[in-house]
């Protein structure tokens, strides 16, 4: 049985081969490995998961003071909408939406 990794290495792996005997005699030699190495690269999205991820663990991330004084403003009734800066910040998300930029392109 193969796996089918073309569309990542370009290569399908056959996991009942055995280890080649280069590799099985510089593994039994002082262990010395090739020249030939592996990378990998992180997303900005994946970066900025990682990063709330982070801040989470290490602290609190609401504001207690923000929401003390929206909560009073609500109870009060002297909570403002301002509908025009909700309707940017709406906008400034979905520009920020993967897979949207052909779609904010075509307007």
Same mark, same amino acid.
């Given at each position: 049985?193969?796996? =089918?990794?073309?569309?990542?290495?370009?290569?399908?792996?056959?996991?009942?081969?055995?280890?080649? #005997?280069?590799?099985?005699?510089?593994? $039994?030699?002082?262990?010395?490995?090739?020249?030939?190495?592996?990378?990998?690269?992180?997303?900005?999205?994946?970066?900025?998961?990682?990063?709330?991820?982070?801040?989470? #663990?290490?602290?609190?991330?609401? =504001?207690? =003071?923000?929401?003390?004084?929206?909560?009073?403003?609500? $109870?009060?009734?002297?909570?403002?909408? =301002? #509908?025009?800066?909700?309707?940017?910040?709406?906008?400034?998300?979905?520009? $920020?939406?993967?897979?949207?930029?052909?779609?904010?392109? #075509?307007?």
């Amino acid at each position: 049985m193969s796996i =089918d990794l073309r569309s990542i290495t370009g290569k399908t792996v056959d996991p009942t081969l055995k280890p080649s #005997a280069a590799g099985k005699e510089a593994r $039994q030699h002082g262990g010395e490995r090739s020249s030939v190495s592996d990378s990998v690269q992180i997303t900005d999205v994946a970066t900025r998961i990682k990063q709330a991820a982070e801040a989470m #663990a290490t602290g609190v991330v609401i =504001d207690t =003071d923000l929401v003390s004084r929206v909560a009073n403003a609500l $109870q009060s009734g002297t909570y403002e909408i =301002d #509908a025009e800066r909700i309707a940017e910040k709406i906008v400034e998300l979905e520009g $920020q939406l993967p897979g949207l930029e052909a779609v904010n392109e #075509a307007e």
